[in-house]
Nanobody
Framework: QVQLVESGGGLVRTGGSLRLSCAAS????????MGWYRQAPGNQRRELVA????????NYADSAKGRFTISRDNAENTVYLQMNGLKPEDTGVYYC????????WGQGIQVTVSS
């Protein structure tokens, strides 16, 4: 059974930092591209925030560049998203995603940035 379990969300003030973690089980983690997506309030769509490939190549949304850093620990089957300089527009539910031939999602975790 595949599980992606997010942690580290919460309420933070503008300019603050959070570190999200996603612990994966039931997949060959090191072969998967891992990503973080955000669903903003009132928006049905999940938008890519950052991704990291099995070869450790990274990709960021323009809004995340320079502020967020994605990383992975294949020994711990965990992907991280370090978020610095948070803004109210970063508010949303953050979902962990794993892609190879199949796609898996975590249940999501709330991040709220107050102004």
């Amino acid at each position: 059974q595949v599980q992606l379990v997010e942690s580290g969300g919460g309420l933070v003030r503008t300019g603050g930092s959070l570190r999200l973690s996603c612990a994966a089980s039931g997949i060959m983690f090191r072969f998967f591209t891992m990503g973080w997506y955000r669903q903003a309030p009132g928006n049905q769509r999940r938008e890519l925030v950052a991704s990291i490939s099995s070869g450790f190549g990274t990709n960021y949304a323009d809004s995340a560049k320079g502020r967020f850093t994605i990383s992975r620990d294949n020994a711990e089957n965990t992907v991280y998203l370090q978020m610095n300089g948070l803004k109210p527009e970063d508010t949303g539910v953050y979902y962990c995603n794993a892609i190879r031939s199949d796609t898996y999602w975590g249940q999501g975790i709330q991040v709220t940035v107050s102004s």
